[in-house]
């Protein structure tokens, strides 16, 4: 017991992860998806999990072992001038860009939260303050001060969430059901809640911050168990997480006629059901999930812009401070405008995300498998066998991913 203890004061690169990939657009995904579905696409969400687990883990063992984030190894990789292009040109529109637009949505998301229990100061203006916040953490150049708190968040949004998951008595056997027995509802906007659950869980922007972060906590190849604990331990608690947010919405409203669009609207229509408390617990939940989401982002995005260009990886490092600084600067000034993010600029990062995920987990397959670089680190036949199954997968919902964004685009040019 003593030694999992030790192990648990360990924890803090997949907490980085884990309050990465739990976003306001995971909390509000899953809400849609419990008051629409009920429990039938809980096991969208423990698929997710699992592949979450097993990407991290190959890149959180790849940080310790060769002290490069992915970036860096990506980089290093294509010697032919027109594949290293593409590998830039693809990771700066899927992370850099990609983060921009989200993390408009990360401080809104944040406010919202706080908004829903404090609604005399507007989101216009618990945004830029949330955004000011983060720059300032980010600004301090202290990886352990932002590990810290988002290890400390990630802890609120496991009591918040998952109490209230309890506390609203859900069906014990419905969830079971839900978790085991794959089922997709004979819709088109059931197949996008699980596009949805896995694309925002399952992500490419946590593969290079892990792998960077690492390395900011261990620099020796044997901690590689130390690293698979934390990896393992942070990502269940998230899906978990998720799962806590789906029962609550399925539970309070599945089949009660009350539509619930978001996270914000979920908060204020738990207090008539579960009194006022749900309410402060699921907007503080909220407030977590975006602000932790509106750090971890930028964060994600100077890893793997400095690692794909070269540019030296250190969180005091000017060009690495230039990229999250844009991106926390369009976040503060969107959400003081009151505008979410630009849905053209969404929709290109979710489709470029949609691309350079498959192709992501493809090279850390290979990069796994290389003996010379990784020794005995390198992937068993297991860990094969399981990403090429995720990997199969990630495919699919990447191709079905892709037609969603091209019938997107045509409706928004009619």
Known sequence: ???????????????????????????????VSGASF????????????????????????????????????????????????LAIVLVISAI???????????????????????PAISVQIWGPILGIIAFILLWSGSYKKVEKLLVALVIVMSVT?????????????????????????????????????????????NLFLHASAVKEKWNN??????????TIISIALGGLISMAIIITASAAFYGS?????????????????MGTWAKWFFAIGLFAAGFSSAITAPLAAAFATSGILGWKIDLK????????????AIGII?????????????????AANAIILPIIAIYLMFVLNNKEKMGKYANNTVTNIMAVLVILVTIVISYRSLLLFVEQVKSMLK
């Not at 997710?48 to 990789?77: C, H, K, P, W, Y």
């Not at 993390?103 to 229990?117: C, F, K, P, Q, R």
């Not at 609207?265 to 207090?271: F, G, I, R, S, T």
Request: glycine residues 10%.
């Open 1 to 31: 017991m003593s030694k999992f203890t030790e192990r648990l004061k360990e924890i803090g690169p997949g907490a980085l992860v884990a309050a990465a990939f739990i976003g306001p657009g995971t909390v509000t995904t899953c809400t």
């Open 96 to 118: 850099f860009i990609g983060n921009s637009a989200y993390e408009t949505g990360n401080i809104m998301g944040g406010a919202l939260g706080l908004n829903s229990v404090i």
């Open 161 to 205: 969430f998952l109490t209230t998951a309890i506390v609203i008595k859900p069906d014990l056997l419905g969830i079971l059901k839900g978790l085991f027995v794959p089922v997709v509802p004979n819709t088109e906007r059931a197949w996008l809640s699980v596009v949805g659950l896995i694309g925002t869980t399952v992500v490419p922007y």
């Open 334 to 350: 969107l959400s003081a405008l009151g505008q979410s993010s630009p849905v053209q600029v969404i929709l290109f990062a979710q």
């Open 317 to 328: 490092d000017n060009r690495f401070k230039g990229v999250w600084i844009i991106i926390i």
């Open 221 to 230: 190849p044997e901690q590689v168990k130390t690293a698979r604990t934390d």
């Open 257 to 273: 006629g009350t539509e619930i669009k978001n996270a914000g609207q979920m908060a204020v229509q738990l207090e008539p059901l």
């Open 38 to 85: 009920g429990y039938t696409l809980l096991w969208a969400m423990l698929f997710s999990t699992v592949a979450t687990i097993i990407f991290q883990e190959m890149s959180a063992r790849l940080g310790v072992v060769t002290q490069r984030g992915l970036g860096e190894n990506l980089r290093d990789q294509f010697k032919n001038p027109a594949a290293k292009i």
